[in-house]
């Protein structure tokens, strides 16, 4: 059978490539990504804080990275293999420039930046006679927290917040000691983040095979599939769904230059019980595309345990069944099920550690000597490295929380928990390709839930409210990219160490252009006319939970241990059920995260994605499943490009508010 047009291409490309190795990770590709790695640094907070456009990378999905990527495949690199093949960037390559964009995806905003800058000082400037934070929370806070001369009213925060006067300077020597205290943690968990993924990578890949559906795009751009070169851009199927989001997205931009040019309305409410049910109606491109991806057992677990949950909590409120804990704002909406959606985590983990117990016991052979270095060459971190550096890791951010203020005797269960809801959320977000997910709670507010005020004092409670910098609103983080990007590290055939130093360089690109960024932006226009959920809403919600709970010293929750364990119980029975009945059609991970608030905006993207590919695979089987592929990808891809694309329009003429996307 005679090659298609696009296979001989490939195969002459390579053919002529002068005989480069393509599995192997080049200095140039390093260069490109930390290249790549500061141009989000610099564009995600520019984007949020500056423009008030679309999200460039809050969440899972990564949309610069994609889009990066995208204009580099079909620009620059396209143009290379068709007159100067050898010159051409290799999959390989690719696919490094690609994951040091996804690592350093996880720093500028949600991830680290965003949240260090404001947290750290909020306290000291939201203080005031009302609250009584001044003498109840500030003076617990360590003065090495927060920047030098750190007080309610002092200018080295008020700046931050509200600008600088004419002609001042950035007070960085002032916030010298206190970064220098913050970032070697944060860079610590990010450590440990990719020490753990390395451990984890060849049993969620190789042994499980778990779906990854937010690799597929990448590989097929970077030609993983076709001898390196990108036949998606081939296919007009492609090109229908990317114009389709791209047209879609450029729609809801003009409607925000030219307020005329009718409104696209992707999203409707419908109340089914008046004060009581609300339900959303949301079409997400991205989110069609990513669910087009995975099993029509986990899609349909997906939206199923999300419309159950609601009707769970439309009968709760109904029947006046409430707690009056308060575990914080983040995940689930209800403290029952915050604690019930904590017990499915905890199940997940253990459980999959258990399913895993052949692997770790390889692990181990390899870290006491017993086994070969064969076992791990392909990692990008050896297994020895990978299990010391998890272990010091943890032991040095457990003593950051200890003179942070967290009790000792807390510090073990605060990590367990943290690292449960971390590496839970990265094994759901490869699975499912909830490319928009939060845990249903944060190991900050079940913790103190479970102990109750008395173990950990006001100033535990207050050191507990500093750790909603990087436990919080995990809605992306080093883990998840790690997991991505490991996967996708088969197309690298030699030297698999270097990408190691790739992550590192992309996190530490990106830390000093984010950093660079985000300070000057604030002392210069002042923080509060930035992101108002990064300088506003996030530091008062964290520290009005921490007042709560030093104000009204709870007990411990005798209903949150029992919640708790009824979550991991019931989390445990679906998972017999489905290993004991072929006919069983619930995946558990749908009820893992049914009850959280960004699943209540994306079941209905869900259930029509899966009645989208339920339809394709009952007329059309696999071919037609395999054919429609690309329009799904078109939809991630267009939707991506379209949002950077007007970002630079934004930029260029200096219009502001104009969100393409949400989710």
């Given at each position: 059978m005679a090659a298609k047009p696009d296979e001989s291409r490939a195969n002459q490309t390579l053919n002529n490539s002068g005989g480069r190795q393509h599995g192997v990770i080049t200095g140039?590709?390093?260069?490109?990504?930390?290249?790549?790695?500061?141009?989000?640094?610099?564009?995600?907070?520019?984007?949020?804080?500056?423009?008030?456009?679309?999200?460039?990378?809050?969440?899972?999905?990564?949309?610069?990275?994609?889009?990066?990527?995208?204009?580099?495949?079909?620009?620059?690199?396209?143009?290379?293999?068709?007159f100067r093949r050898s010159l051409a960037l290799t999959t390989a390559e690719l696919i490094t420039i690609y994951t040091m964009m996804v690592i350093a995806s996880a720093v500028p905003t949600m991830g680290l930046t965003a949240q260090v800058i404001p947290l750290s000082t909020g306290a000291h400037y939201y203080a005031t006679p009302e609250n009584n934070w001044a003498?109840?929370?500030?003076?617990?806070?360590?003065?090495?927290?927060?920047?030098?001369?750190?007080?309610?009213?002092?200018?080295?925060?008020?700046?931050?917040?509200?600008?600088?006067?004419?002609?001042?300077?950035?007070?960085?020597?002032?916030?010298?000691?206190?970064?220098?205290?913050?970032?070697?943690?944060?860079?610590?968990?990010?450590?440990?983040?990719?020490?753990?993924?390395?451990?984890?990578?060849?049993?969620?890949?190789?042994?499980?095979?778990?779906?990854?559906?937010?690799?597929?795009?990448?590989?097929?751009?970077?030609?993983?599939?076709?001898?390196?070169?990108?036949?998606?851009?081939?296919?007009?199927?492609?090109?229908?769904?990317?114009?389709?989001?791209?047209?879609?997205?450029?729609?809801?931009?003009?409607?925000?230059?030219f307020p005329p040019v009718p409104s696209l309305k992707l999203v409707q409410s419908v109340a089914l019980v008046k004060g009581i049910w609300s339900?959303?109606?949301?079409?997400?491109?991205?989110?069609?595309?990513?669910?087009?991806?995975?099993?029509?057992?986990?899609?349909?677990?997906?939206?199923?345990?999300?419309?159950?949950?609601?009707?769970?909590?439309?009968?709760?409120?109904?029947?006046?069944?409430?707690?009056?804990?308060?575990?914080?704002?983040?995940?689930?909406?209800?403290?029952?099920?915050?604690?019930?959606?904590?017990?499915?985590?905890?199940?997940?983990?253990v459980t999959g550690l258990w399913v895993a117990r052949g692997h770790l016991s390889l692990i181990w052979k390899r870290v006491t000597g017993e086994a070969g270095p064969e076992v791990d060459e392909k990692e990008i971190l050896s297994y020895r490295v990978a299990f010391w550096g998890t272990i010091i890791g943890l032991v040095l951010i457990g003593w950051w929380l200890g003179a942070s203020g967290l009790p000792a005797l807390v510090v073990p269960l605060f990590l367990l928990m943290a690292f449960v809801f971390f590496i839970g959320l990265t094994r759901i977000v490869a699975e499912s390709g909830m490319a928009e997910a939060v845990a249903p709670a944060i190991a900050s507010a079940v913790v103190p839930g479970w102990l109750g005020w008395g173990v950990l004092g006001d100033r535990g409670m207050t050191a507990l409210g500093l750790t909603y910098i990087w436990t919080s609103d995990i809605r992306t983080f080093v883990m998840a990219s790690a997991a991505n990007s490991l996967k996708m590290t088969g197309v690298i055939e030699a030297k698999h160490r270097r990408l190691f130093w790739g992550f590192v360089i992309a996190i530490l690109v990106a830390l000093v252009a984010s950093m660079w960024l985000t300070m000057t932006r604030a002392y210069s226009q002042?923080?509060?006319?930035?992101?108002?959920?990064?300088?506003?809403?996030?530091?008062?919600?964290?520290?009005?939970?921490?007042?709560?709970?030093?104000?009204?010293?709870?007990?411990?929750?005798v209903g949150g241990w029992v919640y708790t364990a009824l979550g991991a119980a019931i989390y445990l029975v679906l998972t017999a059920l489905r290993f004991r009945s072929p006919k069983w059609p619930f995946h558990p991970i749908g009820y893992c995260i049914g009850s959280v608030w960004l699943m209540d905006q994306l079941w209905f993207t869900i259930f029509l994605t899966w009645l989208t590919k339920g339809a394709i695979l009952r007329y059309g089987g696999m071919v037609a499943y395999q054919n429609m592929r690309p329009i799904f990808l078109g939809l991630i891809c267009g939707q991506f490009t379209c949002n950077v694309a007007w970002v630079f329009i934004d930029w260029l003429t200096g219009h502001t508010y104009n969100q393409i996307f949400w989710i």
């Open positions: 140039r590709a390093l260069l490109l990504g930390a290249v790549g790695a500061a141009a989000i640094g610099l564009l995600a907070p520019w984007a949020i804080h500056v423009l008030h456009a679309s999200y460039m990378a809050l969440d899972f999905s990564t949309p610069a990275a994609v889009a990066l990527l995208f204009v580099l495949v079909a620009g620059p690199n396209l143009l290379l293999l068709r003498e109840t929370i500030v003076p617990n806070i360590p003065a090495w927290a927060a920047p030098q001369g750190a007080a309610p009213d002092t200018p080295v925060i008020t700046y931050l917040f509200e600008g600088l006067p004419a002609g001042g300077q950035v007070p960085w020597s002032a916030w010298v000691p206190s970064l220098s205290a913050w970032i070697p943690m944060l860079l610590a968990v990010h450590f440990v983040m990719i020490c753990m993924m390395v451990l984890l990578r060849k049993q969620w890949v190789d042994n499980e095979r778990l779906a990854y559906p937010l690799t597929y795009l990448p590989l097929a751009l970077a030609g993983a599939d076709s001898k390196g070169w990108p036949v998606i851009l081939s296919r007009k199927t492609f090109w229908i769904g990317f114009g389709i989001a791209f047209l879609a997205g450029s729609w809801v931009g003009l409607h925000n230059y339900l959303s109606f949301r079409i997400s491109f991205p989110m069609i595309g990513f669910f087009y991806l995975v099993s029509l057992e986990t899609s349909f677990s997906l939206w199923f345990f999300n419309l159950l949950t609601q009707a769970v909590r439309a009968a709760m409120t109904s029947l006046g069944i409430a707690s009056t804990e308060n575990l914080g704002i983040y995940g689930a909406r209800d403290p029952i099920l915050k604690y019930v959606g904590t017990g499915a985590f905890l199940a997940l983990v002042g923080g509060v006319t930035m992101s108002n959920w990064f300088f506003s809403g996030s530091p008062q919600a964290a520290f009005k939970w921490v007042e709560d709970w030093c104000g009204r010293q709870p007990s411990p929750s």
